[in-house]
């Protein structure tokens, strides 16, 4: 996983109704498929009185986009699909939504549950407050101490953070950059410096 992508920044909730039916929404930043799982527990038990908890999620897995879904016993493709066209008409990922139906006594067909579950998630998106992030690589840098000045001055680009430093006969450096930005790291560090440098996974 690369590329800088949009999520949200924090759980907001949503909801629907139509025809008696009631549908709540939860839409959730997430990190792993087990995240998910853990928020439908609490979900689902703040819900007891709901007949289905459907849910959909975006997310990197491994490096690999999975967009997964589940309609909770509703007919196929009509909960948890429409849910997950949420998240993707929206772009968003490292995200899920959650979405339990009380129901009202009136079936909706699959139509009327396509619109009512995708207008709960829906819903609960447009309370969430989004933001651009951007996936980060580790690297451990030593140099001498007169360069020094040239690296803080380089720590103003965006794309790079220090995580850590540690001062001894020569200085070393643990920075964060993005992902997208390693190339540009990579060539400056090698062409503009004479510093010793590898990547590392525990930042």
């Not at 839409?27 to 979900?43: F, G, H, M, N």
């Not at 009185?49 to 879904?69: F, N, Q, T």
């Not at 840098?141 to 380089?154: A, I, N, Q, W």
């Not at 920075?175 to 996974?201: G, M, S």
Request: with cysteine.
């Amino acid at each position: 996983m690369h590329e800088a992508y949009t999520t949200i920044m924090e759980p907001a909730e949503g909801s629907w109704k139509d025809r008696g039916s009631s549908f709540y929404a939860l839409a959730l930043p997430t990190q792993t498929p087990e995240e998910v799982s853990e928020a439908l527990s609490k979900w689902t038990a703040a819900h007891r009185g709901a007949r289905h908890h459907a849910w959909a999620y975006r997310m990197y897995v491994h490096g690999i986009l999975e967009e997964r879904s589940h309609d909770a016993g509703e007919p196929s493709h009509s909960a948890g699909t429409p849910i997950l066209h949420a998240l993707q008409s929206r772009e968003l990922k490292q995200c899920a939504v959650l979405v339990s139906r009380y129901f009202g006594g009136v079936k909706l067909g699959v139509p009327g549950l396509i619109a009512a579950y995708r207008g709960a998630a829906e819903d609960a998106l447009d309370h969430a407050a989004r933001i651009l992030r951007h996936p980060e690589r580790f690297a451990e840098l030593e140099l001498p101490y007169e360069l020094l000045g040239r690296m803080e001055s380089d720590a103003l680009e965006e794309s790079i953070r220090w995580t850590e430093r540690a001062f001894a006969d020569r200085v070393t450096l643990r920075v964060a950059v993005w992902a997208e930005r390693t190339t540009y790291w990579e060539q400056r560090w090698n062409q503009y410096y004479p510093l010793t440098w590898c990547w590392i996974t525990d930042p």
